[in-house]
């Protein structure tokens, strides 16, 4: 996620931490460090286990995370101090995993993987994948299990979460759709067939294979990592996809003497995307273990 100083923040999963990417080019760690585990602390002494998508609490200048095999949602303080919002408290086995509405510790989770904060209330969102649900946390640490019409979600687990700035929750299902729902709990499915093909499309007729991060922009579109398409796909408010970078092969599989001949660039399992305030894309390319900074062209 980008931050308004042009900083942006980022899980790192091997290191299973949050680490931060400095307008120079340096990287620094924000919390976590190198061992798996579960310690709320400051900074570097904090351990996490496997975190996965992140979210800025902008009234408060707080980073959300989704700290997947800890069952636990966290949060990283501007002072740098990492407590737990959500999830049991217990460090034995990294943490209890479940389905379980209640206050703060008392919820709990079965290995969530997105999070967002509604920019006007404060709720955060939780893509709870490992129970196929959507949680939402109030600012009271109040955690219910958000009721939404299931019909068109054909028991998919959401993945990775974003919302617009009127409350729509928009984001990656494992079926291989991107839906959004309102506030009032109304689901649409706005792009994929629910086949892991590659496809640009409209609606149904596009395809992904397991999309990951998502990130709302200004305009409306959408930007996907579609992961095991290596792609970066775009879906524009009429609900037409369009690929922005990618071969459909990983890079690792591209071959050597072609890549001068495509005017995108090769992508390797992209797992999260968003844009700094000078309009560039940044990719998280894990398999490449790069992050990648795009225009945003379509590929061709």
Known sequence: RALPSGMVVYTDVRWHGVRVLLPNGKVRAAAGCALPGFFDGMGTDAHFCNPQDIALDTERGDIIVADQDNHRIRRILPSGEVTTIAGIAQAEDYGQHGLRDGIGTLARFNRPSGVAVHPATGVIYVADTGNRRIRRIFPNGRVDTWKV?????????PCYLTISSNGEVIGSWDDHRIRRISQEGEVTNLAGSGLPLNYDGV????????????????DGSLLVADSLNHKLRIVHPDGTTQTLAGTGLPTREYPLHKRHETETVTLDHPTGVTTTTDGRILVADSKQCQVLALESKPAK
Do not use: C, E, I, K
């Open 149 to 157: 019409d299931s019909t068109l979600l054909y028991d998919a687990a």
């Open 203 to 218: 609606g149904a007729f596009a395809s992904f294979n397991t999309p990951m991060g998502v990130h709302l922009n200004q």
